[in-house]
Every structure is written in C-alpha cells, then in structure tokens.
C-alpha cells in the first residue's frame, strides 16, 4: 500500500526542496549588509508622504469589484467551451440544448454590462 503512495510523496519532497532549498541557499550564503537607506520604507521608488491608511475614491473599489464579477464569469466559459466540443459528436440534441444555455448565459451578462455602464459605474471623472 505504502508504493501507492511513494510517488506522490516523492514528488511533494522534491517540490518542498526546489522552493526551501534556493530560500534557504540565499540567506546563508548571500551578502547582509542593511543600512539606513535599505531599510527605509518606500512607495513605488519614492519616499512615503501620507499615512498608510489613507482613504480610497469608492469608484476604486467599485470597478475592481465589477472587474472581478466580469472576469469570473468570463472564466465560466472555457469549462463549457471544452466539454461542448465532444457534444457536438456526440449528440445533436444536447448540443443545441448546451448552445441556448450559454446564449441565455451570455444575454444575461451582456445586459449586466450594459446596466452597469447606463448607471455610470464605469465612469472615471
């Protein structure tokens, strides 16, 4: 039973090792030399100016979320769009079944969009 299962941990053992072994190689091997300037905190390459927990426009959040919520339905597709292509050999009748089911999907997420951009929660002013 134990052979089963020997490939599996062998192969978590070598993936634990290519990610330990260059952390651990770099700290112990590599220079350490901290100073004042490395050790200053920075902003995008520019020194902070504003405390971090400064407020966020509400629009950010807003089309990060619809982004998201987009995107992810978008992802949807690529499951169906792989197992449609052994329908349509296999049978006529759930192929088309299949076919309005992400038609109705897609007129439901084109609407979506269309709401959301009538309502102006893809404007940036």
């Not at 998201?68 to 992802?75: G, K, P, Q, S, V």
């Amino acid at each position: 039973m134990l052979e089963n299962y020997l490939p599996v941990l062998l192969f978590v053992f070598v993936g634990l090792a290519f990610g330990v072994v260059p952390l651990f190689l770099g700290k112990t091997l590599g220079p350490n030399r901290p100073g004042a300037d490395k050790m200053a905190a920075y902003e995008c390459g520019f020194d902070a100016f504003e405390d971090a927990r400064m407020k966020f426009d509400v629009r950010y959040y807003l089309i990060a979320i619809l982004f998201i919520l987009f995107d992810l339905e978008i992802a949807f597709l690529f499951p169906w769009a792989v197992v449609f292509k052994d329908f349509v050999d296999a049978q006529a009748a759930a192929m088309w079944f299949m076919f309005g089911s992400v038609m109705v999907f897609l007129a439901i997420l084109v609407i979506g969009y269309i709401v959301e951009w009538k309502n102006g929660a893809l404007d940036w002013e």
